[in-house]
């Protein structure tokens, strides 16, 4: 599964709890985009999350 380069953030785990509370396994995946960003000058794909995206801390190519 895909990770963030920058935050490293990644899915989360839990339990759902139903109306009649039952409990089942869920999993909240982030929001991962691959993107093209420039790494020194040189342009890479990598994965990164779009908080991370959003605040300015990557550049894209």
Known sequence: MAKCAICEKAAHFGI???HSH???NKMWKSNI???KVN????????????SC???GLV???
């Open 39 to 50: 790494d020194n000058g040189t342009p890479k794909k990598l994965y990164v999350c779009t």
């Open 22 to 24: 039952r409990r089942s």
């Open 59 to 61: 550049e894209r190519a």
């Open 53 to 55: 995206l959003r605040s």
């Open 33 to 35: 985009k691959k993107v």
């Open 16 to 18: 759902k709890v139903s």
